[in-house]
């Protein structure tokens, strides 16, 4: 499974953003799919998760303002009411049975 993650960009404070993840290869091998993002000098942390039976599932610190939503090989993510800490490079990650794949990570930066 490759991933493509794409969307990422400059916005302002309190702007929105929609990210989109272009999953090829065995996309039906696919059980999971997730958003992670990654502050300079930091771990990836978890964002958000889509589970193949539809739920939905969210970091605390972005619950309310983001949402994630698949349609078969594409993964999204919808950002609204922008923050600060928000800025950071989003990666999007693939589940398989035995397998994690991850795509290369789109910039998000939000300005005052």
């Known amino acids: 499974v490759q991933l493509q993650a794409s969307g990422g960009g400059l916005v302002k404070y309190g702007g929105s953003l929609r990210l989109s993840c272009a999953a090829s290869?065995?996309?039906?091998?696919?059980?999971?799919m997730y958003w992670y993002r990654q502050y300079p000098g930091k771990e990836r942390e978890f964002v958000a998760m889509?589970?193949?039976?539809?739920s939905t599932y969210y970091a605390v610190s972005v619950k309310g303002r983001f949402t994630i939503s698949r349609d078969n090989a594409y993964l999204f993510l919808e950002m609204n009411s922008l923050k600060d800490e928000d800025t950071a490079r989003y990666y999007c990650k693939a589940e398989a049975r035995s397998e994690r794949f991850w795509g290369q990570g789109t910039q998000v930066t939000v300005s005052s």
């Open positions: 290869g065995n996309v039906d091998s696919i059980i999971n």
């Open positions: 889509h589970a193949r039976g539809g």
